[in-house]
Structures are given as structure tokens and as C-alpha cells.
């Protein structure tokens, strides 16, 4: 009886494990802000997620392509010749205004926006 019922607690462990690494693995999103400012104006920031994924290693892939694909939007449709590529962040900036954009891969527990 004795190891029946070790046996049972160390399979209900097992469970509660596989269970917690299982929702860890899975539960990331990626977030985009993106800031645009002029001189004399106010910026303008919005904080959007953009994708769920089931882990962070997927999460921080699609933010590599997200940070590659700014890079080229920054120097392409906005035409700035000064960009700065750092850290998950895209910059740019020329005649009086500049955009940045920051990609963020957290838990999705985690709400960067705030209560």
C-alpha cells in the first residue's frame, strides 16, 4: 500500500511539473511600441502586442524579423540617412523628426501597459 501510494505522489508531481514547464514553454508575446515625434510637437506612442507564440525562442525569432523589417521601413518609407539599430530597438531620425520602435518578448502574464 505504502508504495502504491508513493508512487501515486511522485506521478501527481511528475504532472504538476510537466504541467508548469509546459505553460512556461508556451505563453510568450511579443510587443511592439513605436514612438514618432517632431520638433515642437508632443510624440505620439502606441504599445500593441503584436503575436503570441509558444516559446521564447520562437518569440525572439519573429522579434529579429520584426526589428530586420523596421530597419528596412525606417530607411525606406521614411528615408531617413541616420539609423541606429540596438537591443530590440530601431531608430531613425532626420529633418526635425524621428521614429523608434521597441520589440519586447514577455511572458504573457506580463502586461507592459500597466494594471
Not at 508548469?20 to 510587443?31: I, K, N, Y
Not at 521564447?56 to 530607411?75: F, M, Y
Request: aromatic share 8%; proline share 4%; net charge neutral.
Amino acid at each position: 500500500m505504502m508504495r502504491l501510494r508513493r508512487a501515486s505522489v511522485i506521478a501527481a508531481l511528475f504532472l504538476l511539473a510537466s504541467a508548469a514547464t509546459a505553460a512556461a514553454e508556451r505563453a510568450w508575446v511579443l510587443w511592439t511600441q513605436f514612438t514618432e515625434a517632431e520638433t515642437g510637437e508632443p510624440d505620439r506612442t502606441t504599445l500593441n502586442p503584436t503575436s503570441v507564440f509558444e516559446s521564447k525562442r520562437e518569440c525572439d525569432a519573429a522579434r529579429g524579423t520584426h526589428i530586420s523589417a523596421a530597419n528596412v521601413l525606417v530607411r525606406k518609407q521614411y528615408a531617413f540617412q541616420e539609423v541606429a539599430v540596438a537591443e530590440g530597438s530601431v531608430a531613425g531620425v532626420g529633418s526635425g523628426r524621428g521614429v523608434v520602435w521597441h520589440f519586447h518578448c514577455l511572458p504573457e502574464a506580463v502586461d507592459p501597459r500597466g494594471p
